[in-house]
Structures are given as C-alpha cells and as structure tokens.
C-alpha cells in the first residue's frame, strides 16, 4: 500500500533539523512506523526483532548504530533505550539522529530524564477529513489564524455520508474499507485493548469486562465533562461496578496507549465575574471508537441525531488537534457557571486564539454564533488579546462570514 501523506510530515521533518531525537507518539496502527520510515534512513524494530530487543537489553547502545535518522521502532519494549538515546544525543551534538516511535507512554520514571534541549515529542493522531480525501482543505486553519477571511467554499458531505465517515475513522488501513468491515476491524482493536494491551502499561492485570464497560460510558458520554463517579455507576454488570476510586487508574491506562484523549478547559482573564468550569471534556483519540464501543452502525447514530451532534464535536476536535499542531496550537473548551459554552479554543504558543462552536444543523447557526460573540464579550481582551476568529463548523453547506463576523464553516472545507 502506497503511504499515504500525513500532516505531521512536516512538523517531524523541522523537529528533526532542530533536535537530536524526535518521539513520535500515537495509539496503536494509527501509522507511526511508516510515517518514520519516510526521514528515517535506517531502522531496527523492538516488537519484532527479538535478536535485537535481547542486544538492547544486554545493552542499549548496540543497536543505536545506523545512518541517521534512525528509526527505533516501539522503544518502549526496552525502557532503559531513553537515557541511552539522550546521552548518544549529548555526545554526537548534531541534530536529527534518532525518531522514537512507541503506541503506549511508559510511566514517569522511565522518562524522568526529560531530554530537554536535545529530544522532542510529536503527536500522531488519525487521519483527518483532509488527509483522507473528504475535505477540500480550501479553508486552511492556517490562514484562519493570520487573520484572512476564506473565499467561498462548498462541502458536498451528506449527513448520511458524515454518519458513515464518523464510523469508519482515520485509522489508515481502515478508513477505506467497508462501514461494516471498518467497525468489525475497530471492535476487535477495542477488545484487545480490554484484554491484552491496556495490561501492559503498568503491568496490573484488569478485568477485560470492566475495561470494556470503562470504554463503553465513555462512549456514551463521548465530548462531554462526565466525572468519574458517573462512569463508575456506569459499569455496573453481572457482577459490581469499577469502584470510584480505580477509575482514574482505568482512564490514566487508556489516556497511556493514546486511546482516549482529554479535552481541558481553557482559563482566560474575565470581564465579568462569571465562574469557569475546570473539568475536561472526554474524547476518544477518534470517535470511530466510541461507535464502536456501542456497536452504533450509520444507521443507528441516524436515528440518533442528539448523540451524533456529541460525535461530530469530537470528530471536529481530532480535526482540528491534527490541523492546530501544526501551528504550534491545541484545543481547549470553555464552560462557565452560567452555562456558556464554546466547544473548541483554538491556542497557539504566542497567545493568539479562536472560539469554534460545533453545530451538526444549520438551523443551529445562529444559536452558536451567539454563543461566541457572548463569550467574545466576556474575554479580558486587553489580557488575552482580540480572536483570531470566531466560526460556526457545521456539517454540509457553504463556507462564509456573517454580518457579525462569525464564519460559517463546513467540516468538509478544512483543512491545515
């Protein structure tokens, strides 16, 4: 199979020529291994090659040896690698030797030495609308952000096409296969998830039903603030609920093999007195998974619309994660205590940032713009600094700018 171009492509190619070592991090055959393999120009494999997993054990700087960049792929098979990197790093002082590529995070102390100045770490997630071919990519989060106002632009994605796309995901040996294959293929990884791989991050041996029953709330909670006690009432089976208190080690496990990935809330200086709300929003990495989860087909998540609304907002933030790092940016949500909502901010390290409400109808448009321009009017701009932009993504339609400068935005239109 061809490889098929990736976003982070760039964004890894400039870590390398500023670092000595690049971390590409990222869930399991989400294609960390062959997006490597592009600037990598020697590789030794850690899952596979047994010989060479017992060579780093026996010592880690046995198989360091290669042209440069060097792929090592699933470091986390030997842990002790890290330090051996970060010191082989220190000694060569030329930037882009090594990539690192792991689908689960070892606990702190394995990294305790961070490898500030000489490694960095570079987010994979699932291909995006735009990098699987269903969005245009005419109006570019990029410009956006400088300030540029999109030409006209029209998505043709259906609600029916959007249910389907939302169910197949952006894992790519999947997003081209069948609805019905592509989620077959997903509940399988789901369920080794539950009964082998989540075991492997700390080593503590978890029921698979309850790990299964974890990932099912957060399905049906999926872009929503739930706390860890409704998930534990949640699970209740057969036998007794995940207690309250192992939730957050179930969560801390899944956040580690980068299934799930938390939403946090953003914390801008006020105008008003108005009280903000600190929790997260749970997404998983894609929400392929949590239909997945539920074993919702197209057909189901059409009779649904309610919970669709909740996975086409976390199919626009994994959009838009993709699309933000490479900007320097990330996504946060904002909620306070008088029930104002934004969906997504848009941060970029310099401080500019951007309000993005999520609205599967168009007769929500105007609800949503509202919402923006009321939390636009709350912001402390004189601290924060005007938006870059305010924008309505929607799920079909044409692409403008309101009267009141809120644009109205496809998802089928995004793109970096």
């Known amino acids: 199979m061809a490889y098929q171009p990736r976003i982070v492509d760039k964004e890894l190619a400039r870590q390398l020529k500023a670092m000595g070592a690049v971390v590409l991090e990222g869930p399991k055959a989400v294609g960390k291994t062959e997006t490597a393999r592009q600037q990598a120009t020697s590789e030794v494999h850690l899952d596979s090659d047994l010989a060479a997993r017992d060579a780093a054990e026996i010592d880690p700087a046995l198989i360091l040896s290669g042209s440069t960049p060097r ?5 986390q098979f030997v842990p002790e690698i890290w330090n051996q990197v970060r010191r082989e790093v220190d000694d060569r ?3 882009g030797q090594f990539i690192l590529t792991g689908s689960a995070a070892p606990s702190d102390d394995v990294t305790r030495h961070t490898g500030a100045g000489r490694m960095t770490r570079v987010r994979l997630r699932p291909m995006t609308l735009f990098e699987v071919g269903r969005s245009t990519g005419e109006v570019s989060l990029g410009d956006l952000l400088e300030g540029q106002v999109p030409e006209p632009a029209n998505s043709n994605i259906t609600i029916p096409e959007l249910a389907e796309l939302i169910c197949t995901g952006g894992w790519p040996a999947i997003h081209s296969l069948p609805v019905a294959d592509a989620q077959q293929a997903l509940g399988n990884y789901l369920e080794e998830i539950a009964r082998t791989d989540i075991n492997r991050v700390d080593g503590v041996i978890r029921d698979p039903n309850k790990v299964s029953r974890v990932i ?3 399905a049906r909670n999926v872009a929503t603030q739930v706390a860890a006690t409704v998930i534990a009432a949640d699970t209740a ?3 007794e609920p995940v207690a309250r208190k192992t939730v957050p080690e179930y969560l801390s496990a899944l956040e580690r093999l980068w299934i799930i990935e938390d939403q946090p809330a953003w914390a801008p200086q006020l105008r008003s007195r108005s009280s903000m709300r600190t929790a997260a929003k749970r997404h998983f990495i894609d929400p392929c998974l949590a239909a997945a989860a539920l074993g919702a087909d197209p057909q ?3 009779s649904d619309l309610n919970f669709l609304g909740f996975l086409f ?14 900007h320097h940016g990330k996504i946060f949500h904002y909620r306070d205590n008088t029930g104002l909502e934004v969906d997504a901010i848009v941060e970029q390290n310099d401080g500019r940032w951007a309000g993005v409400e999520v609205k599967l109808g168009s007769n929500q448009i105007d609800q949503g713009a509202q919402s923006l321009l009321t939390f636009s009017n709350r912001i402390d701009q004189a601290a924060c ?4 932009f305010l924008a309505v993504v929607t799920a079909r339609g044409y692409a403008y700018q309101r009267p009141d400068g809120v644009m109205v935005l496809p998802i089928g239109t995004l793109g970096p």
């Open 71 to 75: 792929l090592i792929d699933e470091w």
């Open 93 to 95: 002082q030329v930037p």
């Open 216 to 218: 099912r709330s957060l």
């Open 237 to 239: 089976g057969e036998d």
């Open 300 to 302: 189901r998540l059409l």
């Open 313 to 326: 907002e976390s199919l626009v933030v994994r959009d838009l994660r993709v699309y933000a790092q490479l």
């Open 385 to 388: 600094g005007a938006p870059a």
